[in-house]
């Protein structure tokens, strides 16, 4: 039986487990999906004795996604534009990095009819900001404001845009509320309001900026409905919660670990149901 792993430091909260079992177990396939912890600084152990296993390939979370980088033979584009790997598939003796988060991101706001949008609001200017703001500025997003506590982590972000599309700014409500005035999306990208953050939003008035028909999208799937959600919904505006990324993140995962296209709606039904069950 081949194996793939989602390896960490922690691992053990990791859902991947989940979503994946569920779907191998629908399409029959004979490969079983663990959670396997790795330490910082172990990862040139891991891949030596995962080549030596039945390893097929694995998820990488905290804190390897850099780290690996150096340790592979081949990145996809998109790993190449964030600096960043979550998935590597072990082939043919070879090691392939991936990321899904930015086609995740896409593929969640396509479903939720949030995309195209031409100016957009990113809250945070972490990893998953990364990825988020330099995939819409490359799939077309004319404007993508990053807005940052720690405004020079915003710029230092923005500079990885040669086009000019992104900007940094600061956090503050003024700056948020002149922003999303001019906005048709907000996405967040801060742990504000994530399960186990000690810190929420303080002031979501900002929201009343965003126009009539505006998204907001919040990456946070733990709790499913955010205060930024809430608020969001109250005010009219589309909202969209982090579960159906976590999800599309996955199926793209495994299509690469399978390198074979898979029902993708099929996928996300077992997955959310897994999930769904998983969580309440
Ligand atoms: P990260 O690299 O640690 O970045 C965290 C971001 O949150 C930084 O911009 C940080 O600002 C900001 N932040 C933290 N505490 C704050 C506070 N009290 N006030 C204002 N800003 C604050 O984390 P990440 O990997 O990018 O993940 C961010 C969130 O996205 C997490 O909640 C994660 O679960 C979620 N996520 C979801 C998916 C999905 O598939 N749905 C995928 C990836 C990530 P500073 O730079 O100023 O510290």
């Given at each position: 039986?081949?194996?793939l792993?989602?390896?960490?430091d922690?691992v053990?909260?990791s859902?991947s487990?989940?979503?994946?079992?569920?779907m191998?177990?629908?399409?029959?396939?004979?490969?079983?999906?663990?959670?396997?912890?790795?330490?910082?600084?172990?990862l040139?152990?891991?891949?030596?004795?995962?080549?030596?296993?039945?390893?097929?390939?694995?998820?990488?979370?905290m804190p390897?996604k850099?780290?690996?980088?150096p340790l592979?033979?081949?990145?996809?584009?998109?790993?190449?534009m964030?600096?960043?790997?979550?998935?590597?598939c072990?082939?043919?003796?070879?090691?392939?990095?991936?990321?899904?988060d930015?086609?995740g991101?896409?593929?969640?706001?396509?479903?939720?009819?949030?995309?195209?949008?031409e100016?957009?609001?990113?809250?945070g200017?972490?990893g998953?900001?990364?990825?988020?703001?330099?995939k819409?500025?490359?799939e077309?997003?004319?404007?993508?404001?990053v807005?940052n506590?720690t405004?020079?982590?915003?710029?230092?972000?923005?500079a990885?845009?040669?086009?000019?599309?992104?900007?940094?700014?600061g956090?503050?409500?003024?700056t948020?509320?002149k922003l999303?005035?001019?906005?048709?999306?907000?996405?967040?990208?801060?742990?504000?309001?994530?399960?186990?953050?000690?810190?929420?939003f303080d002031d979501?008035?900002?929201?009343?900026?965003?126009?009539?028909?505006?998204?907001?999208f919040?990456?946070?799937?733990?709790?499913a409905?955010t205060s930024?959600?809430?608020?969001?919904?109250?005010?009219?505006l589309n909202?969209l919660g982090?579960?159906?990324?976590?999800?599309?993140?996955?199926?793209?995962?495994?299509?690469?670990?399978?390198?074979?296209p898979l029902?993708?709606?099929r996928m996300?039904?077992?997955?959310?149901?897994a999930?769904?069950?998983?969580?309440d």
């Amino acid at each position: 039986m081949s194996t793939l792993h989602v390896i960490g430091d922690p691992v053990v909260h990791s859902k991947s487990p989940i979503i994946h079992g569920a779907m191998l177990a629908e399409l029959g396939v004979d490969v079983r999906y663990t959670a396997h912890p790795v330490p910082r600084g172990g990862l040139e152990d891991y891949l030596v004795w995962a080549e030596g296993q039945d390893v097929i390939g694995f998820n990488a979370t905290m804190p390897h996604k850099e780290d690996l980088l150096p340790l592979l033979d081949e990145l996809d584009g998109d790993a190449a534009m964030y600096g960043a790997v979550n998935t590597v598939c072990l082939q043919g003796g070879r090691r392939i990095g991936h990321n899904t988060d930015g086609q995740g991101c896409l593929a969640a706001l396509e479903e939720g009819e949030m995309w195209p949008a031409e100016q957009v609001v990113v809250l945070g200017a972490g990893g998953a900001a990364r990825a988020v703001a330099l995939k819409l500025a490359r799939e077309g997003a004319r404007r993508v404001w990053v807005c940052n506590r720690t405004l020079p982590r915003a710029a230092e972000l923005c500079a990885q845009n040669s086009a000019g599309a992104l900007t940094p700014a600061g956090f503050d409500v003024e700056t948020l509320a002149k922003l999303c005035g001019q906005a048709q999306l907000l996405v967040n990208c801060t742990n504000l309001g994530m399960e186990g953050c000690p810190r929420d939003f303080d002031d979501l008035s900002f929201l009343d900026a965003l126009p009539t028909g505006a998204g907001v999208f919040d990456l946070i799937y733990h709790p499913a409905q955010t205060s930024l959600l809430v608020e969001a919904r109250r005010r009219g505006l589309n909202t969209l919660g982090g579960l159906s990324m976590l999800i599309n993140q996955a199926i793209l995962a495994l299509e690469f670990f399978l390198d074979c296209p898979l029902d993708r709606v099929r996928m996300a039904q077992v997955a959310g149901q897994a999930l769904k069950r998983a969580l309440d």
